[in-house]
């Protein structure tokens, strides 16, 4: 079993929709979690970041954090055709001198 | 800024060149790190410089060679490398301490060996 499930996907929604992406974990000491954008051969680009558990809004997207049952959702409002690209969720725990673990990536394309 | 550069952005070499490949970044990030990643793969990490001293290397082979000058500056030297060293290599960097866990990426070197 991996540490970091992601579902690949691909998922593609048409524009304006709600998307959720998901991930779960099975290490319960990780404690910082992040969310990465990337586009087609470009470098991952962070969108959101979380400490522990709990919600994050910045702009059309929301972070939400379910320590309890070791889960994490990025929420996208308002899909734009832009926000085609694969997202990546990844995890941390601060002893393992910032090592990240990722999941697979899900890629999402927003149709116009 | 949230800036790291990779240089060049595109390399393709042959089993027998040396070449390398560069990163910088003026954040005061503290760690640095490479990064390999396959087509549909996340990224795997490669190694690890803390306040400019190798901390983790994931059993990389010999043929890539990091090399940290300065806290600015990270380069990643390439030896021998096989076909199957294309992919595309990312440097990430990351302030240490606190809260500051987050790691900033760069664009990516796309290398390709023939």
């Known amino acids: 079993q991996k540490e970091v499930e992601q579902d690949p996907g691909p998922l593609s929604v048409p524009e304006g929709a709600i998307v959720s992406l998901n991930c779960t974990y099975s290490?319960?000491?990780?404690?910082?979690f992040m969310w990465y954008r990337q586009y087609s051969r470009k470098g991952p680009e962070l969108l959101m970041y979380t400490y522990s558990s709990g919600n994050k809004e910045d702009g059309r997207f929301t972070a939400q954090v379910d320590k309890s049952s070791k889960y994490i959702s990025l929420f996208i409002r308002d899909s734009q055709p832009s926000d085609s690209a694969t997202y990546l969720c990844a995890m941390s725990n601060y002893n393992q001198g910032g090592k990240l673990i990722f999941g697979q990536g899900t890629e999402l394309s927003v149709k116009p | 800024d949230t800036e790291v550069t990779q240089t060049p952005k595109h390399l393709v070499m042959g089993m027998t060149n040396k070449k390398s490949l560069k990163c910088e970044q003026h954040m005061g990030h503290r760690a640095m790190y490479w990064y390999k990643q396959k087509a549909k793969k996340p990224p795997e990490l490669m190694f690890v410089?803390?306040?400019?001293?190798?901390?983790i290397n994931e059993s990389v082979p010999s043929r890539f060679s990091p090399e940290c000058p300065n806290s600015s500056l990270l380069n990643l030297h390439l030896h021998a490398l096989q076909p199957e060293d294309s992919a595309l290599y990312l440097c990430?960097?990351?302030?240490?301490?606190?809260?500051?866990?987050?790691?900033?990426f760069g664009p990516g070197t796309r290398l390709l060996v023939l």
């Open positions: 990430a960097s990351r302030l240490t301490g606190g809260l500051g866990e987050t790691q900033y």
């Open positions: 410089y803390s306040y400019e001293k190798l901390s």
């Open positions: 290490n319960s000491a990780f404690q910082y």
